[in-house]
């Protein structure tokens, strides 16, 4: 294989190889108009069962994704607040006593469940990308993996059609359109409490479909579970809110923030009482730093008269 695969498959994850499949995978262009095929957007975090997802950055391209049956409770993030195309998300930790059992999760209710699991979805193939890709579940955990792609895997302006075949559900199609790889005006984010972040990146052409994601963290050893995302039209240019971000920072800043930029297409079908969705994405990491916070992992990244908390990744 020519890259390697994420950190979540270093152990024990197969792909197939380009020579296996040729013969036996449909080559064939997606049928459909990319430019008004329905795509219907990402699943809710409430019904959420799982996915797919095409991701290519400055690296890499690969595909993975894993379908359950059922959500599990931590993962539904509460919105604490919203402005213009911004969000922040919080993390809610449901309680149960006694304890649930490993097999189980709890639930706001106070009440244990079983623990979703991933479900064997039979065969999952995708067209419209670089090659073709003929995927079975890795066992155990029932994920799919595909890494043997080249950089990026699809072409702009490109169908991608997924469908799944065979297992626990009945047969799954969902789209995609291949994304222009992204290129911002900077990837290293200065965040100052009372300023809005702006954001430029690359203009792609009038008939685009995608549209750019950015989340931020900057909490990373702390108790505040909060994450900013922002939902921004593709035009080139956006603002993270002051009043957002302020309250992003007011929740606490440790380590090292993190922040990150997709351009993407998301489509999503119904499953009974979940969802899946499809995303299509080109994928950046930024750099972001936080006026008046230094992060340390040694004494020697902190300035003279301050000490690094270790636990905290962070000067005081």
């Known amino acids: 294989m020519r890259h390697l695969l994420p950190l979540l498959c270093l152990a024990g994850c197969l792909t197939a190889e380009p020579d296996d499949t040729a013969d036996t995978v449909d080559t064939s262009d997606p049928e459909g108009d990319p430019d008004t095929i329905p795509l219907a957007g990402a699943c809710t975090l409430d019904r959420r069962w799982g996915g797919f997802k095409v991701e290519a950055n400055v690296d890499y391209s690969a595909v993975d994704g894993a379908i359950s049956n059922g959500v599990v409770p931590v993962a539904v993030l509460k919105?604490?607040?919203?402005?213009?195309?911004?969000?922040?998300?919080?993390?809610e930790n449901p309680f149960c006593d006694p304890t649930c059992g490993p097999t189980e999760t709890c639930d706001f209710n106070g009440e244990c469940l079983p623990f979703p699991e991933n479900q064997d979805v039979?065969?999952?193939?995708?067209?419209?990308l670089s090659g073709p890709v003929a995927m079975e579940p890795a066992v155990p955990g029932n994920k799919y993996f595909y890494t043997?792609?080249?950089?990026?895997?699809?072409?702009?302006?490109k169908l991608v059609q997924i469908k799944t075949e065979g297992g626990a559900y009945a047969p799954l199609t969902m789209h995609g359109v291949g994304v222009i790889p992204l290129s911002p005006g900077s990837t290293e984010w200065l965040v100052t409490e009372g300023t809005p972040v702006h954001l430029t990146w690359d203009v792609p052409p009038a008939a685009v479909r995608s549209e750019v994601y950015v989340s931020v963290n900057?909490?990373?050893?702390?108790?505040?579970?909060?994450?900013?995302?922002?939902?921004?039209?593709?035009?080139?240019?956006?603002?993270?809110?002051?009043?957002v971000?302020?309250?992003?920072?007011?929740?606490?800043?440790?380590g090292y923030p993190s922040g990150k930029m997709q351009r993407r297409t998301v489509d999503h079908v119904v499953l009974g009482e979940g969802c899946a969705d499809f995303m299509v994405d080109y994928s950046l990491i930024a750099k972001v730093s936080v006026s008046g916070h230094t992060p340390c992992s040694t004494p020697a990244d902190c300035p003279d008269g301050q000490?690094?908390?270790?636990?905290?990744q962070t000067c005081e």
């Open 79 to 91: 919105e604490a607040l919203a402005e213009g195309d911004c969000k922040l998300m919080k993390r």
């Open 122 to 128: 039979g065969t999952v193939t995708i067209k419209g």
């Open 148 to 157: 043997d792609l080249a950089n990026p895997a699809f072409e702009a302006g």
């Open 218 to 243: 900057v909490d990373q050893h702390g108790l505040t579970p909060l994450t900013l995302q922002c939902n921004f039209a593709d035009n080139g240019a956006a603002e993270i809110p002051a009043s």
């Open 245 to 254: 971000m302020d309250a992003l920072l007011s929740g606490g800043v440790t």
């Open 307 to 312: 000490e690094c908390n270790l636990a905290l």
